[in-house]
């Protein structure tokens, strides 16, 4: 390596950490105000949390933190991914705007959460929302229309980099790292890329910025978040999103080279985690490949059992506390996959499966 190119490589870690710096201390910055508007997440009449696992070694999670962006950084010098664009003075008063209601947002999820009203959407949907499992129809993380309001898509992605101080797209990057290893060499127009529970958009966008040429489809079960993902994949006519139940896929077998899941199974009740699996392997081509990302478990962390823990107890999430122990291998095995890798990007677990063909 040259003179220049040294320089070059010092000159873009620089701008990364720098980048990466600065985004981390926004989301953190947030986190920090609404813990304040809310007395620190805690209430003199909320039972006490005692953790059964230990209290949280701090430092692990710190040294989990760095790595997370030491290996992004990696991934970006070994070409899997471009360096993230994600910091910029055009964006500012998206981001302004998205922190306002951020904020205003926390005294009702505060509400929700002292309330223990996870289940509080019920009574809000229009007639006909029976459609929806009985599952799905909740305030995931107590936030403010469930699933199933414009202002939750919108507010979605900024209340997830705010729980994390700023490093959710770094954490879906490791499966971007993913997708990159397994279209090397074959032509993208070729290629057809399904994301289950692509939500608003946010990953998908991510991956066709990489892979304009791609054949991809997102499917999500929220009107609104689909409707959000429509709208923000609209540059590449050849991205579709797809209005529908990840149990129940309406697509062809054998249909897709790669699947995705990011963030999903954390969500879904036991009985319903091996059908999505059955689907996805069903989906895919002999030989496509299959990346679950997805919350650490216990036993991933020595010492952040414990705070591993307590995310179900300080924020609505039904089925993580089963999660937390679920054997994703043997799950995956029994679905007739093949594993191959394994990765943590600080509280997030990469794995990856083969269809055999």
């Known amino acids: 390596m040259g003179l220049f190119d040294r320089a070059s490589l010092a000159a873009g870690r620089a701008r990364y950490a720098a980048a990466q710096g600065l985004r981390s201390a926004w989301y953190g910055a947030q986190m920090r105000a609404a813990k304040q508007r809310t007395g620190g997440f805690s209430h003199p009449d909320e039972p006490d949390f005692a953790p059964s696992r230990g209290r949280p070694d701090m430092a692990v999670a710190r040294k989990a933190y760095f790595d997370l962006f030491i290996q992004d950084r990696r991934n970006v010098e070994a070409g899997l991914y471009p360096p993230p ?26 509400r929700r959460r002292l309330a223990r009203a996870g289940t509080e959407i019920r009574g809000e949907l229009p007639e006909g929302s029976n459609r929806y499992p009985a599952y799905y129809r909740q305030n995931f993380h107590y936030q403010t ?62 991956v066709m910025r990489v892979w304009p040429r791609l054949n991809a489809a997102g499917l999500d ?14 540059p590449w006519p050849q991205a579709d999103v797809i209005h529908e139940a990840a149990e129940t896929m309406p697509l062809p077998d054998a249909s897709q080279d790669v699947a995705v899941s990011i963030f999903l199974f954390h969500e879904l009740p036991p009985k319903v985690r091996p059908k999505v699996l059955a689907e996805i392997f069903r989906t895919l081509r002999p030989g496509g490949l299959f990346v679950l990302a997805d919350s650490v478990q216990f036993g991933d962390y020595p ?49 990856t499966w083969r269809k055999p063909g």
């Open 145 to 206: 229309g469930g699933w199933f309001s414009d202002e939750s898509a919108e507010l979605y992605d900024t209340q997830v980099e705010a729980l994390f101080t700023g490093t959710a797209d770094a954490m879906r990057r490791a499966a971007l790292a993913e997708i990159s290893r397994e279209l090397r060499g074959h032509d993208q127009r070729r290629m057809h890329l399904l994301d289950v529970a692509c939500g608003n958009g946010r990953f998908l966008e991510q």
């Open 303 to 351: 010492g952040l059992d414990g705070m591993l823990e307590y995310f179900p107890h300080g924020f609505h999430e039904p089925y993580y506390a089963g999660y937390l122990g679920w054997d994703v291998a043997a799950a995956c095995t029994a679905a007739g996959f093949a594993g191959e890798r394994q990765a943590l990007a600080f509280l997030t677990k990469v794995t």
């Open 221 to 234: 079960l929220s009107p609104n978040y689909t409707d959000a993902a429509r709208a923000r994949l609209a």
């Open 85 to 110: 664009r994600d910091v910029s003075l055009v964006q500012l008063p998206h981001a302004l705007k998205s922190a306002r209601a951020f904020q205003l947002d926390v005294a009702e999820v505060e």
